[in-house]
């Protein structure tokens, strides 16, 4: 094939997401791709004074994109796996998962005694929010939005204790401060750590490029992930973790439900064959589903919409 056509990779125009959409199309051109990068803002980057949830849309950061993307100004972009909605828009597909990178939290602080006390805990996420609560139910959990890098800033202006952020991000960038500690603990979001690039269904060309990058292990893992959050009905509307890794030829899957305060936790921790592992992340939702999850899901939503 002759690689005449230029690939314009749409991104978002923070630090990470340049970084994320450089990596691409760095990995492209060293196969010979021609490439330009077409960098948009997100109704999601815009809006920073109201908490994710509210703001109506699952696909907050991804929407510009794909209505970029439909329009014929992009041909490709690239996300953060964990903000895209499991149901892509009509004409829009997955054209590759990139390898994986830290699926964890982190806390970065000014220091640790607030712990075993009283605390001010800062994010935006309902599932870091409950998870925290859940193990530190004395503490107080305030909301923060933007880039990463005015998370940072307003963390250092603010006289909260700590913030949570995804640990991939501040590593991309090269951002992770000293003062932080490893959540472990805490159940990642649905792909996190992840990068995905979509493209035009109809788009041969770009979508044959792309399959040179996908990475199959990560692929596998986070289907599963993004299957269970689809079956639960997520996104950004309740607090969902899931954790698939592969271990030889077995899949480990852990996955959860809280409430909004944490007070209540359904979780599924189960190992399968890889070769049985087809519908499984659906199967472990149900199971949460079937024991109560269900009506904490109902409660959820109903919270979440007489508080917007």
């Known amino acids: 094939m002759i690689l005449t056509k230029t690939i314009r990779i749409g991104t978002r125009d923070s630090e990470l997401a340049l970084w994320q959409a450089t990596t691409v199309q760095s990995q492209l051109e060293a196969l010979g791709y021609k490439t330009e990068l077409i960098p948009v803002k997100s109704t999601g980057d815009l809006v920073l004074d109201k908490p994710l949830y509210e703001l109506g849309i699952t696909g907050i950061f991804t929407k510009t994109l794909d209505v970029a993307m439909l329009n014929d100004t992009v041909d490709i972009a690239v996300h953060s796996m964990k903000d895209v909605p499991t149901q892509l828009p009509q004409g829009i597909v997955e054209a590759a998962v990139l390898p994986r990178a830290n699926v964890y939290d982190i806390l970065v602080h000014k220091g640790l005694d607030f712990l075993a006390d ?37 963390l250092k202006s603010n006289t909260w204790n700590g ?24 159940i990642p979001a649905p792909a996190q750590g992840a990068m995905l690039v979509v493209a035009k269904q109809e788009d041969a060309y770009c979508r044959e ?20 959050l689809r079956r639960l009905e997520g996104g950004c509307t309740a607090p969902i973790g899931a954790l698939a890794q592969l271990h030889g030829e077995t899949l480990v899957f852990k996955g959860a439900l809280f409430s909004l305060e944490g007070t209540q936790k359904f979780v599924v921790d189960k190992t399968i064959a890889i070769s049985d592992s087809k519908g499984f992340g659906a199967r472990c ?11 904490l899901m109902r409660s959820i939503k109903k919270t979440l919409a007489t508080s917007k």
């Open 118 to 154: 009283e605390g001010l805990i800062a994010t935006g996420s309902l599932r870091r929010r409950a998870q925290w609560l859940h193990k530190y139910p004395k503490h107080k959990v305030v909301d923060l939005r933007g880039n990463v890098n005015s998370r940072m800033q307003k």
């Open 163 to 186: 913030a949570i952020f995804a640990a991939a991000g501040l590593e991309r960038i090269d951002l992770k401060p000293d003062n932080f500690i490893n959540l472990d603990w805490m």
């Open 209 to 228: 490029a792309l399959a040179n990058l996908n990475d199959e292990n990560t692929q596998q893992c986070v289907q599963v992930e993004r299957e269970f």
């Open 285 to 295: 939702a149900d199971e949460i589903l079937t024991s109560g999850g269900a009506d």
